[in-house]
């Protein structure tokens, strides 16, 4: 078994090249068996439940070499054995704290961590629009946004985004685009524009934010 420096991996060697056989039946009178040799000829991995595999080192029609994986780790057949690393544990998902489809309207602030519409001094997000055809949806009371683009963002990719005080082009989140988003009280979720009208100016965003 050799351990790779700085590695949470283990790789286990075939114990043999090659094996010696023999016919183990009865014989009768006068007969002998001549032993042979047989090679590795593959290795195979078997799922063995509940999570525990057994690594088996074939030897062509002769027969199989067997071993139970180490606990607590994962293994995948290699030609002359077995590389085997330490299963990990998915971090915990963040429990979703609100969720669901808004509609809103010019000036109005929507508050990301009730996922409600609020008074004009509150709020996470809301639309400007300076001329026609030119609309933003806008970060404010210190939340802050970022475009991750179609591809619907998980917890781990909107902690991961960029993030900007910066205003978003309404015109460039209608199709089907995605923001990250952190509120005010540091919350991170994901939100789309789900529906957009011009006028007078409305949206309808569909949005999840993480506790």
Do not use: H
Request: aromatic letters at 8%.
């Amino acid at each position: 078994m050799y351990i790779k420096p700085g590695e949470l991996q283990t790789f286990i060697r075939c114990p043999l090249t090659e094996v010696t056989t023999s016919i183990t039946n009865p014989l009768p009178r006068d007969w002998r068996t001549v032993p042979s040799t047989a090679r590795l000829t593959d290795t195979n991995v078997e799922d063995d439940r509940p999570g525990r595999e057994r690594l088996q080192c074939i030897y062509g029609t002769a027969g199989i070499l067997e071993l139970r994986a180490p606990r607590g780790e994962d293994c995948e057949a290699r030609q002359t054995g077995f590389r085997c690393e330490t299963r990990r544990t998915r971090p915990r998902e963040p429990r979703v704290l609100a969720e669901g489809v808004l509609r809103t309207s010019l000036a109005v602030p929507v508050d990301l961590d009730t996922g409600r519409l609020t008074q004009r001094a509150g709020g996470d997000i809301w639309l400007q629009a300076d001329k026609p055809f030119q609309n933003y949806i806008a970060p404010r009371g210190g939340a802050q946004l970022a475009r991750v683009g179609s591809n619907q963002p998980g917890p781990r990719d909107c902690q991961r985004a960029r993030y900007g005080a910066d205003r978003l082009p309404l015109i460039n989140l209608i199709k089907n685009n995605w923001v990250c988003f952190v509120t005010d009280q540091g919350r991170f979720g994901r939100f789309r524009v789900s529906q957009a009208v011009i006028f007078p100016l409305a949206i309808e965003i569909a949005y999840t934010t993480w506790e």
